[in-house]
Each structure stands twice: as structure tokens, then as C-alpha cells.
């Protein structure tokens, strides 16, 4: 398993660089051991972070609910957990993630 996610009790922990203001919200391989992901939501007042999570929740098919920002709020490093479903467990997810990584969707 790569290390930029690690399988967790009860779901995934990723390790994301965000980079705000991109013109196209969309996962862009791994820098730094850590998944990239641009967001074309600015860094304010929470924008990137709410962008962040709807784009996971799309991305995984996971409610918004399911996805937390555990730490990074203020930095574009992330620690993101991923909580599976009945329908996307967490085996699916993680195969998700990592065509994320590799650029696929």
C-alpha cells in the first residue's frame, strides 16, 4: 500500500496537498508522498475545504458525510478520513484512491 493512504479502523487516511485557485478542480498524481489534488475553490473562509470533500465524496462515491478533514484545516497539507459504506467498502475505496493517484478516474 502506498504511503500517502493508510488503512484505519473504520475507513482511510490520505495524505492530500491541495493546491487552491487551480483552474480545474481534479486529482494530479502524488508530490511528496502525498496525493495532489487542485481545486479551483480559493483558499477563503473554508472554500478550498468544502471543495476538497465534495470532490472526494464525487470521486469515491462516498457521502459528504463520510469524509473528514482530520487536520491541515489551514495548510494545504491534508489528513483526510475516508469512512466506507455498505456499497463502497473500504477495499473499493481504496482502489478508488489509488486510480486517483494514477491519474485515472
Known amino acids: 500500500m502506498a504511503k500517502y ?3 484505519k479502523p473504520g475507513g482511510l487516511l490520505l495524505r492530500v ?4 485557485r487551480a483552474s480545474k478542480t481534479q486529482a494530479a498524481g502524488l508530490l511528496d508522498g502525498a496525493l ?3 481545486l479551483a ?10 471543495a476538497l470533500a465534495a470532490f472526494f465524496s464525487k470521486a469515491l462515491g462516498v457521502p459528504k458525510s463520510n469524509v ?6 489551514s495548510s494545504r497539507r491534508k489528513a483526510i478520513f ?3 459504506t455498505q456499497s ?7 482502489d478508488a484512491v489509488e ?4 491519474g485515472k478516474k
Not at 496537498?17 to 487552491?20: A, F, G, K
Not at 486510480?99 to 494514477?102: F, N
Request: net charge positive; charged share 20%.
Open 5 to 7: 493512504v493508510q488503512e
Open 17 to 20: 496537498v491541495v493546491q487552491p
Open 36 to 38: 495532489k489534488v487542485r
Open 41 to 50: 475553490a480559493p483558499p477563503v473562509e473554508g472554500a478550498a475545504n468544502k
Open 68 to 73: 473528514s478533514i482530520v487536520s491541515g484545516l
Open 82 to 84: 475516508i469512512e466506507p
Open 88 to 94: 463502497r467498502p473500504a477495499a473499493a475505496l481504496l
Open 99 to 102: 486510480s486517483l493517484a494514477r
